[in-house]
């Protein structure tokens, strides 16, 4: 990595309180266009904040979004989901009512007329039903095509999840420790996932607990400790930074 | 040619239909209106106005007060969006209630005496207007907009975050529910031809509500079984006389806890009109 990509997303000095608590101070990070980064911490160290932030969730208490040089701060989330930013859940949040199919449907913006919208959903001639189709089998749920999406195993809810992301069509991508109780062949499937929509030239911005996963995955890392920003960097860079190994060893001053 | 008493159970049934269907188009976004009395009392009066009064047809004076019910709907859609649950149940039922005083106090349109002059309509005429309206809230729900509905109602949060304006999709709900209502209340005035604010109160609300959670509240046809049940169902337990009220609430607290999202659910649905079946 001799250039930097430009990037695509970037917070400058994004400061979000809790009542007195500030669960994020002062972050600024630039996420690099078509590349995987990764946030890491330990617990409570903001990195879900960050994402609410950066999705319009919560509206940081100071400092600005923006994606593409556009400013997202103070955007409902409805609008930053438009202008291309989507996200998976650290805790899955599938529609109870819908089966896989209806998943791939719902966050289409093609066709995206109200008379499109009115047609019947996912005929298969139309732009939204091919795009459901690529999506169905890009994330191999073929054959679960139209079980409820709520009754899947674990992991291929996280597929639903992220298929239901991706057809929003989005520019980055957010995934909230999107391997949390699959199993290594399952992790192992969707690192492989991730890695080709990196090389389509999506952006990925990954909140992940394990290591091997982040280390092995991602070309740059920050670390969120207590709010702040710590440290970032290359994997490597990140490895064996001094203030890093103190936040995870939790040296006692 | 079917009886009087017959054509009676009818027309009420599809007018019963179109009320609870108003209900169950602002149910799918998730909100409860326990006010719908209240948009059927404004179609009632402005549609009989606009025949009795300005002298206009009958299908011109019901599509002008589904309109204007319509965007009564969407006004009061707003202060809904703030409100959940039992909260927002409480809120439509003052909604209806306003409406009601309204009309008890609004001498022009006979105020407590009611007002009349209209001219009856025929079961067919209603059936036309219930029947197009069931088939085009049943097409809906093939569509992505209702997908959209489904999302709100689902997990509002999940749809906002994948792009989904669920304002729009609940405001935009109220505003559709209201006009339905409307219709149903310029029927059932055209079809009484005698309308007064009693007609139009918390019980007729509760009775909407009632029909939908009896026949389905997933389905739009939901509300064609709940409808005609309710209808239906104290004709056929006369023989039990007094005790036909109690028989009648047994029953409903059977189905809810038997099948709580309603007689008629998606699954039945697609049974019933063989439609692909989930493999």
Redesign the interface.
Known sequence: MSTMPAPLLSLVDVTRTFGGVQALSGVSLDVAAGRITGVIGPNGAGKTTLFNVITGAYTPTAGEIYLDGARLTGLKPYQIARAGIARTFQNIRLFSSMSVWEHLLVAQRHDGSVFGRLLPAGLARSKAGREAEKALVFFGLEKVRDRPARELPYGTQRKVEMARALTANPRLLLLDEPIAGMSHEEADELRHLLMRLRADGLTILLIEHDMTFVMNLCDRIHVLDFGRQIAHGTPEAVRTDPAVLDAYLGADT | MISTYHAALLADSGILMLGALSVYIILATGQLSLGNAGFMGIGAYLASYLTVEAGLPLTLALVLSALAAGMVGIVIGFPALRLRGIYLAMATLGFGEMVRSFFLNFEPMGGAGGFSGMVHVSVGYIWLWAGGILVLVT??E???????I??T???E??????????TATKIGAFGFGAAVAAVAGGLFAHHHVYIEPANFGFDRSIELVLAVILGGS?VAPGALVGAVLLVLLPETLRFLADWRLAAFGTLLVLVLLVRRQGILD?GLFRALTFR?Q??
């Open positions: 097409l809906l093939r569509s992505r907009l209702w997908l959209e489904r999302a109602h689902d997990d949060t999940a749809a906002s975050l994948v792009g989904l304006n669920t997933t998606r692909r989930a493999s």
